[in-house]
């Protein structure tokens, strides 16, 4: 409708807009919830927010300002539904085997991300952008039908206690995070990631209809190269490891986007291009996976909900902030090298970063803490 990369940038600061009041509630009320009365009402609200984007588009009423607003629900809805998500995957884990279940249930999404654009780029070629917003609403009939199944095992109240005062909660959960050394370092790496660089697949539209002046096939191309690469660092992290050498991919995974993306800006070939983004899918994944394993099993239980909850806030607002200002500055300098900068300051930040990570994660003291019930 635009043409416009910083409107593109914008719609993804949606999540950003939605996540700075929904994040510090969210927590606390999975923390406070039955997981599956919680997931189940979220959802049924996702999908009518589907059916009505599909009814706004099929009355040819949508404006980028409405477009916005719409996405601001949406974002809104997942912000509530994520953190409850996540606990309930590693709550259906056996003990010890979380970084399995999220690398499996990372595997489901990437599958989901290299098939899902492949079939909304034919359908809107050949049906229109209409019909896409419907299967989506359509497909969360297959989101009930699995809640139903694991309704024996997480239809349980919530395990916080409904004593204490609400906005006590909210506080004691920032408390919490910044006064525990090796959480407080894992939100300083999804920080940065997630503001640096992560947002090169928010930026995916840009870069296919503006860098490589293609349309809907192109931006599929892009979208199933980083869903491939992803599927395969998913794999691969099924293997069992121990905390601290989860730590250590973790860390390895956030140099290898940066380098990544950095060789990516320096492309102009499309050819060139998606092997890169299919590599920097891979490490996105791989390091997703080792900072949600960590924060799933660094935290106390009572405070799960209210650390992958705000954990989400940053994953999911600092790409919408990072692609909402790199997008902007695209006015005045190329997206790719704007892309490939963001990610050359955060490998920078990692280096630097070295040695509090020994401190923290495998000095003699750290090795003495009691991280979790998962160590």
């Known amino acids: 409708m635009t043409t416009s990369a910083a409107w593109v940038g914008t719609i993804a600061l949606s999540d950003l807009i939605a996540a700075l009041w929904v994040a510090p509630l969210a927590g606390t009320v999975t923390d406070r919830s039955n997981p599956y009365r919680l997931i189940w009402l979220t959802q049924v609200l996702a999908m009518a927010n589907s059916c009505l984007i599909w009814l706004l ?27 409850a998500r996540m606990m309930v995957t590693g709550a259906l884990a056996p003990h010890g085997r979380v970084s399995q279940a999220i690398a499996a249930n990372s595997i489901a999404a990437n599958i989901a991300r290299s098939i899902g654009p492949m079939i909304g780029g034919l359908v809107m070629v050949h049906s229109g952008v209409s019909d ?5 609403a359509v497909s969360f009939i297959a989101i009930m039908a699995v809640l139903l199944h694991v309704r024996p095992w997480i239809d349980r109240p919530g395990l916080a206690a409904r004593s204490s005062h609400f906005t006590g909660d909210i506080v004691s959960g920032y408390r919490y995070i910044l006064r525990t050394p090796h959480v407080a370092v894992l939100f300083a790496l999804t920080l940065s990631f997630s503001l640096l660089a992560r947002p090169f697949t928010e930026l995916f539209p840009a870069l296919a209809g503006g860098t490589f002046e293609g349309g809907p096939d192109t931006l599929g191309m892009l979208m199933a190269a980083q869903g491939v690469g992803a599927l395969f660092g998913a794999g691969w992290m099924l293997k069992k490891r121990t905390l601290g050498m989860s730590v250590r991919i973790t860390f390895a995974a956030a ?78 300098f190329d997206l790719k090298v704007l892309i490939g900068l963001a990610a050359g300051m955060f490998l920078v930040g990692i280096v630097f970063t070295i040695p509090t990570v020994q401190r923290v994660y495998f000095s003699k003291h750290a090795n003495q803490q009691p991280w979790g019930i998962d160590k």
């Open 132 to 136: 896409v917003f419907l299967l989506n």
């Open 255 to 332: 140099c290898g986007i940066a380098l990544s993306l950095t060789l990516f800006s320096l492309t102009d070939t499309l050819g060139f291009a998606l092997p890169l983004i299919a590599s920097a899918g891979l490490f996105h994944v791989v390091c997703n996976i080792g900072m949600q394993t960590m924060a799933q099993t660094m935290s106390e239980p009572a405070m799960r909900g209210r650390v992958l909850a705000l954990y989400t806030l940053v994953f999911r607002a600092g790409p919408a902030l990072g692609a909402f200002l790199i997008g902007y500055a695209a006015h005045w």
């Open 57 to 83: 588009v099929v009355v040819s009423v949508v404006s980028p300002w409405l477009l916005l607003a719409w996405a601001v629900i949406d974002a809104t809805l997942q912000g509530f539904n994520q953190p």
